[in-house]
């Protein structure tokens, strides 16, 4: 059964940034590469500062999709806090 991760990186500059992916190292060589997104490209290096897994592609979406529109960035740092990549 394939997995899929959501997961927060926390860039150089400080500034978090959420993704989902199916392999979650090859995803974080990619960010330190320049080559995972624009956004992080310009932010490097980056480290994992927390991760989820799931069984579904659309569950980790979904929740993918929750942590960058409803939750504040003192909600992420909460959420990074208790607990810790997988």
């Known amino acids: 059964m394939k997995a899929y991760?959501?997961?927060?990186?926390e860039c150089a500059?400080?500034?978090?940034?959420?993704?989902?992916?199916?392999?979650?190292?090859?995803?974080l060589k990619a960010h330190n590469a320049g080559k995972g997104a624009k956004y992080t490209k310009s932010r490097l290096p980056v480290k994992l500062v927390y991760s989820e897994t799931f069984d579904d592609k659309k569950e980790a979406m979904s929740r993918e999709w929750f942590i960058k529109h409803r939750l504040t960035r003192e909600e992420k740092l909460e959420l990074i806090k208790k607990g810790k990549p997988s």
């Not at 991760?5 to 990186?9: K, N, V």
């Open 5 to 9: 991760y959501i997961y927060i990186l």
């Open 13 to 27: 500059d400080n500034t978090l940034y959420t993704g989902y992916t199916n392999d979650l190292d090859n995803r």
